[in-house]
């Protein structure tokens, strides 16, 4: 129990405010029931209000606890059929007739239950089209008008009702069917029962797919609060405005940054703007469903999403909820969307490699697991396709992959979907998708939602990858947020704490100590570049967050380099840090050789004459430059890698003719994979280019020369 009621007293006071004076047996009964609750002696006043319909329970002078006293619809409805079942003698016959005919017209396409069948049945044997409710306090008229409703409904035919209050009526309410059938209501029942469920804990059920944004918010909330809670008078607002997915609300003094918040109208949204006047409000549902002067409460909570290995290979949206037709996710555990970064002491130095199988990149601009390493270029050259290469090479590493799609088009993820699937990626990875046309809270909050589900694996233990495409788009919604909540602008109209937001999500990214378990999340974001401009707004802040970038160039993919990486502008901070000691070596004249051949190739287009040696250093560079293009969604292995790099820096290749280099390379890959697999396995498992090792991949790489040229020269 909180804190709040259980102060050092022998008794603690409570005022129970309701619509009639109840008589001094209910009162004892609540008595007891909430002393049974609060293990403390009760002072129980009663308190009538008959302008209200429900219950409060006051501790004190600002907390407050509300009680469904009486719910209009649906505790008349349970308890109508329950007591109907009772009182109806069942006629197979008669009943399977009206199974057949009510299941035709009932709007969900869902058999009646029996209850059903026997209110139809008594309501359409009544001759008179009037039906009476006695009550003992009044009602509001939504009760009547949805009593009225179901009951037109199940006589099928109009069904009017007469409401009479009597404050001597034993039962709180009674309903007469006619002369000869009546019906007590016996609410006091539910008012104690909604009561035990308030303090009592909850407890965690599996969680069941809805449609409705509104209910499974209600089902994740419930599940993560299952206890008591506490409101105070300060919790409570009125909506002053709504339109364009935004709600401006007054009150909630006590409101804090990124808190759910629930509207009358059955949805939630999120504080987001917190002013002296006003609360700007995202919603996360329809918004014609919140209606000016309307209520809105705290949940005193964070917004959370389901985590754990029921998302693994689902396509869900910036909630959680599956999007991909599949059967409904079950729970394992709520994580918070938000969360501090680790702490420096918390952190292992990044030393161990992801492997991506791109030649260039694993080569040139290592990342390790916990790196944040950028991927920077125009649009339409290659980005995205980098990273779902990388997710396709982390297949039998264990690495756990999110694919956050920020502001995609359909067709787009679909055809990343495609390509996971088709190549048994969708096994270990999970996709988190807010289309195009969603709205920009969506968009928002996709690459927190992909960062807490790849966080839960990573505090595992798990090595975890966290692609999110694009944060440029996701800037842009962030933008869109704050101009529809009236935030002043900054560089590029964007609001001036757009770099917070995007270094919260990034540093989250990081390798654990190993006795908190080891694990590590990798994040790569994408960013997009208008004409190359890496000196814009947004790719500026995210490359000074980030450890490293990959700069993808488009003239060199419109020169047929691909993938388009600009050797000069890409990027490691960990460097061979991140590099296994195979790929460290013979990568290690990589750079330099590539410096020198762009220099080289700038110098000889004036027609200049060059020496022998600077021949030999031009055709070499030229094969290096043709070797280090890939086809995509084609990543190598490790020992690939080595071999062929192996093979061009040294010389292997220099005598190779230049249209030849692409099927040299193909046919090297299967000669040492069909004649000396020994040699893949070593590099592959040791990752370690020993003395003997290389001795023996100089011998294979001179034997398979010579078969090569003899086939090129017949």
Do not use: W
């Not at 009674?174 to 308030?198: M, N, P, S």
């Not at 009125?238 to 007054?250: Q, R, Y």
């Not at 996360?284 to 002067?293: A, C, D, K, S, T």
């Not at 001179?702 to 090569?708: A, G, M, S």
């Amino acid at each position: 129990m909180p804190s709040a009621y259980k102060k050092n007293k022998d008794s603690i006071e409570v005022i129970l405010k309701c619509p009639i004076d109840l008589e001094p047996s209910v009162a004892e009964k609540i008595r007891e029931r909430l002393c049974a609750l609060l293990e403390k002696k009760i002072e129980l006043r009663i308190a009538v209000d008959p302008s209200i319909t429900g219950a409060e329970i006051l501790i004190g002078g600002t907390t407050r606890i509300e009680i469904d006293l009486f719910k209009p619809v649906e505790n008349l409805k349970q308890e109508l059929l329950t007591s109907i079942s009772q009182i109806v003698a069942e006629k197979p016959d008669e009943v399977a007739t009206v199974v057949h005919r009510k299941a035709e017209r009932l709007e969900p396409k869902l058999a009646p239950t029996v209850e059903e069948i026997e209110l139809c049945r008594i309501l359409r044997s009544l001759k008179e089209e009037v039906v009476t409710l006695v009550t003992q306090f009044p009602l509001d008229s939504s009760v009547i008008n949805g009593l009225k409703e179901r009951l037109s409904q199940a006589a099928e035919r109009k069904i009017d009702i007469v409401v009479k209050v009597n404050p001597r009526l034993r039962t709180p309410a009674t309903l007469y069917l006619g002369k000869e059938k009546k019906i007590d209501l016996d609410i006091l029942t539910g008012f104690l029962e909604d009561l035990e469920r308030k303090f009592a804990h909850k407890k965690i059920e599996k969680a069941a797919y809805l449609e409705e944004t509104g209910e499974y918010l209600t089902r994740i909330i419930e599940k993560s609060r299952p206890i008591l809670k506490v409101e105070d008078v300060t919790d409570r607002g009125t909506v002053l405005k709504v339109g364009d997915g935004v709600a401006f609300v007054s009150g909630m003094e006590s409101v804090g940054s990124q808190e759910v918040v629930f509207f009358e109208g059955g949805i939630y949204g999120i504080a987001f703007n917190l002013l002296k006047d006003y609360v700007g409000c995202l919603l996360l549902g329809p918004e014609e469903r919140v209606e000016i002067g309307s209520a809105v409460k705290r949940t005193r909570q964070l917004m959370v999403v389901p985590v754990g290995d029921a998302l693994i290979g689902r396509i869900i949206n910036a909630l959680g909820q599956p999007i991909d037709g599949g059967p409904p996710i079950e729970v394992e555990k709520l994580k918070a969307i938000e969360k501090i970064a680790p702490g420096v002491v918390r952190r292992h130095p990044v030393i161990e490699p992801l492997h991506t199988g791109i030649k260039i990149i694993d080569a040139l601009v290592p990342v390790g697991c916990g790196q944040r390493e950028v991927i920077i270029g125009d649009r339409k050259i290659g980005k995205t396709t980098i990273a779902v290469d990388t997710i396709l090479s982390q297949k039998g590493s264990g690495v756990l992959c999110v694919y956050a799609a920020i502001g995609q088009k359909a067709s787009t993820i679909a055809r990343v979907v495609n390509t996971l699937r088709a190549r048994g990626a969708l096994e270990y990875t999970i996709i988190v998708a807010a289309l195009a046309n969603e709205r920009p809270v969506f968009r928002f909050l996709v690459p927190y939602t992909a960062c807490a589900i790849a966080e839960e694996f990573m505090e595992r233990g798990q090595h975890t990858l966290v692609i999110y495409d694009d944060l440029t788009k996701h800037a842009m919604a962030y933008r869109e947020i704050s101009a529809l909540l009236k935030r002043p602008i900054g560089r590029e109209a964007y609001p001036g704490d757009i770099f917070y937001v995007h270094s919260r999500l990034l540093e989250r990214a990081a390798r654990l100590r190993d006795d908190l378990g080891g694990g590590s999340m990798t994040a790569i974001p994408i960013v997009e570049t208008q004409a190359g401009d890496i000196s814009a707004y947004i790719p500026t802040n995210i490359i000074s967050i980030c450890d490293g970038q990959i700069f993808l160039d488009t003239n060199l993919f419109n020169q047929g380099f691909r993938p388009p990486v600009d050797a000069g502008l890409s990027v490691s901070r960990v460097g061979g840090m991140a590099q296994t000691p195979a790929m460290k070596k013979v990568s290690g004249r990589l750079r330099i050789d590539l410096a020198q051949y762009h220099e080289i190739a700038q110098f000889v287009k004036f027609g200049a004459e060059v020496d022998e040696a600077t021949l030999r250093q031009l055709n070499r560079g030229e094969r290096i430059r043709e070797l280090l293009k890939q086809e995509q969604h084609s990543p190598l292995s490790l020992s690939c890698e080595v071999v062929i790099l192996y093979a061009v820096i040294n010389g292997y290749v220099d005598e190779i003719p230049i249209e030849l280099t692409r099927k040299y390379e193909t046919e090297l890959f299967k000669f040492m994979e069909t004649r000396y697999p020994e040699i893949m396995k070593e590099i592959q498992e040791k990752k370690e280019m020993t003395e003997e090792l290389e001795k023996l991949l100089n011998d294979a790489l001179l034997r398979f020369k010579e078969v090569f040229m003899a086939e090129v020269s017949v």
